[in-house]
Every structure is written in C-alpha cells, then in structure tokens.
C-alpha cells in the first residue's frame, strides 16, 4: 500500500505487479479499478483481481477520497441528504464540497503520480461513473474502459426500488460497533445483491467485517451521495469517450435498474452492452469469470 498525494489531497492506493511474463511476451498495460459510492479498495473480490493479474496485467487499486484510508477533511463539511435530494429532485442545483468531476481529477493525477500514463479502466457504480468523466475528460488516460452496474445521470432514468432506497440510506445507530454495522450492512446487501448469486452468509458476513476493521467513515458515504447529485447528467460528456467502452450490467438490479445500462451504453461511441441475467448491485464470485471475460473483451478491442 502506499499514500499518493494527488489534487490537494492523499489517496491510499495499491499496485499489484503480475507474474513476470515469458521472455519476448508484450507488456501489457495495467488495470485501474475505481470502487463505488463507500466502498473501499478491499470490495474487490479477490478472485477478480487476481484474475487480472493472471492475464499478465498489473492492477491499481485505490480509496476514492473520503473512504477508507484515504484523506478525510473536516472542511468538506457535513451535508444535509434530504436537502440534496429534494432539490436534485425538483432540478435545482445541489451544492457540494465536491463532485465526481473532483474524484476523476484525483484519479488522474494518482495515475500520473504511479507513472502510469494510459490504463485500462474498470469502474463500478460510482466508480463507473468517475470512469466516464475520466475517459471523456482525459482520453489519453483510458485503453479501454468497462463500466459496470452504473449510470449516465439522466434525470429521466428510473430510480432505485423502494427497498434499495431505504437499505441503502439507513443507516446503523452506532456505525462504530462493529456487530452493528455488520448487521446493517448484510441488510444492504441483501437488499440489493444478485438474486440468481446469492453470496453465503458467513463468506458476506467476513467481506463486510473486513471492511469495516480497516475503516468506518460514515460521514464519506453521505459526502460522496452529495457529489453525485451534484454533478448531475453526464450525457454531453459522454460523446466524448473515444476508448473502447463495454457497459455491465445487472438485469435484476434493484439500485440501478437495467435501463440505466441501454442508456449509457447508447450514448457512448460504439458502445457495447452486457446484460446479465440474475445479477444485481454486487459483484458476487461466480459471476468473476464472466466480468473477467467482459473486461478482457473490451481490453482485445483497444488492441
């Protein structure tokens, strides 16, 4: 692990090099992944990522800023939610700290830290959408780029179901007792996880206890709500996108319903989509060899 000072700020970022390739083989260029809204770089399950490092990939993974072990300002402020959430609703603009435009210029500048001029990028949720400002607004950056379960923005897009609303903006009365917290977040997950993948409860119950021992952030979690409805409709940009781009998503999907993803991937140029059957808002381990397969898909594309 090391702390990458970027944009005004640090980011605890992870490089994994791969196996050292047979004599003569091309280097391949690294894989970026960028997590979604409050999570931290360890959600990535580990058989995805070392899936990609057995395709001869190095992997770059990071905290986005306000999470995990990543810088955490007490100037950004405590924002009011329901606030934000009214007048993005009505289509007054949301005032924040920060956007996503302020997390992808992070990302940019971590990557120009590490030395790392162009990558191949996957992104999820929030991070898909950080990906989509990266690509668009810095082109030289992305090979390629493979977005999963996420969003353009567009206010007229369906929201999340009622239950995923309510488990994703509840939260736990004591977030630092860990027994809490645990309990709460397999709510979450239950709520918005894949139906056709269910993960095992003592596997879910560990992933999540990980978590939450490296760091508890609540504060971060609502920040960065605020950023993304601060930053609103991103479908201009979206043109903008020249590197080969493949959108993933969940038919089944209860955060961000399916609709999202033909959006997205319509307004991207040449655009792909990948509709799976029984996926939700998760990246549960036996769906790994199939985004695998995804990424490599889109990454073959860029040459």
């Not at 990543?70 to 609703?89: C, D, E, I, V």
């Not at 379960?149 to 179901?161: E, I, N, Q, R, V």
Request: aromatic share 4%; net charge positive.
């Amino acid at each position: 692990m090391t702390q990458v000072r970027t944009n005004g700020i640090f980011l605890e970022a992870e490089v994994l090099p791969p196996p050292a390739p047979p004599p003569g083989a091309p280097a391949r260029l690294p894989v970026l992944l960028i997590m979604g809204l409050g999570m931290q770089l360890t959600a990535w399950p580990d058989e995805f990522v070392q899936g990609l490092l057995d395709r001869g990939h190095a992997v770059v993974r990071f905290d986005n800023r306000d999470i995990g072990l990543s810088s955490k300002l007490g100037t950004w402020g405590r924002p009011n939610l329901m606030f934000a959430a009214f007048k993005q609703a009505v289509g007054l603009p949301v005032r924040a700290a920060y956007t996503l435009h302020d997390m992808a210029r992070d990302t940019d500048g971590m990557l120009e830290a590490l030395g790392m001029p162009r990558v191949h990028v996957v992104g999820v949720s929030m991070g898909g959408m950080i990906g989509q400002l990266l690509a668009a607004q810095y082109p030289g950056r992305v090979a390629s780029f493979t977005c999963v379960m996420s969003s353009s923005g567009a206010p007229h897009l369906p929201g999340p179901t009622p239950a995923a609303r309510r488990a994703l903006l509840d939260r736990p009365k004591n977030p630092h007792d860990h027994d809490a917290a645990v309990d709460h977040f397999m709510k979450v997950y239950r709520a918005i996880g894949s139906p056709g993948y269910a993960t095992p409860e003592p596997m879910l119950r560990q992933r999540i206890l990980r978590g939450i021992r490296r760091s508890v952030h609540p504060l971060g979690f609502v920040r960065q709500v605020v950023a993304i409805a601060a930053t609103g409709d991103r479908s201009r940009l979206l043109a903008k996108i020249k590197a080969p781009t493949t959108v993933v998503h969940g038919r089944d999907d209860p955060l961000v319903p399916v609709a999202a993803a033909t959006d997205l991937a319509g307004k991207i140029p040449g655009g792909q989509l990948r509709i799976i059957d029984g996926m939700g808002h998760d990246l549960p381990t036996p769906l790994v060899p199939t985004l695998l397969a995804a990424v490599e898909a889109t990454i073959a594309r860029a040459g």
